[in-house]
């Protein structure tokens, strides 16, 4: 398959697996939530870190999952480029589940959430870095690059993430005020895109 020359993929294909990866994502961390042994109220409560990380994570992957569905609607052909830069965001999201599992079982210890703020820093990163492979590949299409402009919500999201990791090592508490910021931040859905295609 020739991709990096040109021929159009199927952008539907694209959507349908990513959307399979994320179903997948949630199902696996909700998994973690384990029933407890106990019949008691506090039996109950030694879970709940395991359900205050599981929060947060579904959250943020429903996050990039509204994010990710706006932003495929830009796409006119999809090549190489996309699929590569697509399928990286998604590893990084697949360690999510890992993260969330430690972070909760350690009832947020230092180490484990070090690792959480990275798991949640690398999608970011990843999702930058396929909204710049989608806009190269429309060079004649303005729309997304014009949603997003200097895309000032994902730069302070990385920050914060990067002084949650940071701050973690002083307490881990503060490093998940930075990191519910962001959640924060996103729990309004990115419209830019939105706005932009109606006045196509």
Same mark, same amino acid.
């Given at each position: 398959m020739r991709a990096n020359k040109g021929i159009d993929l199927n952008k539907d294909r694209l959507a349908a697996f990513?959307?399979?990866?994320l179903a997948i994502i949630i199902t696996i961390m909700v =998994? &973690? =939530?384990k029933v407890p042994h106990g019949a008691d109220w506090a039996a109950l409560s030694a879970l709940l870190p395991i359900f205050l990380s599981y929060t947060l994570s579904f959250i943020y992957v429903a996050i990039y999952w509204n994010n990710h569905h706006h932003l495929l609607h830009t796409v006119k052909h999809v090549n190489g480029a996309i699929l590569w830069a697509n399928n990286n965001l998604l590893f990084w999201l697949s360690l999510v589940p890992f993260a969330t599992a430690w972070a909760g079982e350690t009832h947020f210890a230092r180490e484990p959430t070090i690792l959480?703020?990275?798991a949640l820093l690398m999608p970011a990163i990843s999702f930058t870095i @396929? $909204? $710049?492979a989608i806009v190269r590949t429309h060079p004649n299409e303005p729309t997304l690059a014009k949603a997003l402009g200097r895309d000032a919500k994902g730069k302070v999201s990385m920050a914060l993430y990067i002084g949650g /990791?940071? @701050?973690a090592f002083v307490h881990p508490s503060v490093a998940y005020t930075c990191y519910g910021l962001v959640a924060l931040i996103w729990l309004v859905p990115d419209r830019r /895109? &939105?706005?932009e295609l109606k006045h196509e």
């Open positions: 990513s959307d399979g990866v =998994l &973690e =939530l959480y703020g990275f @396929l $909204t $710049t /990791i940071a @701050l /895109i &939105e706005r």
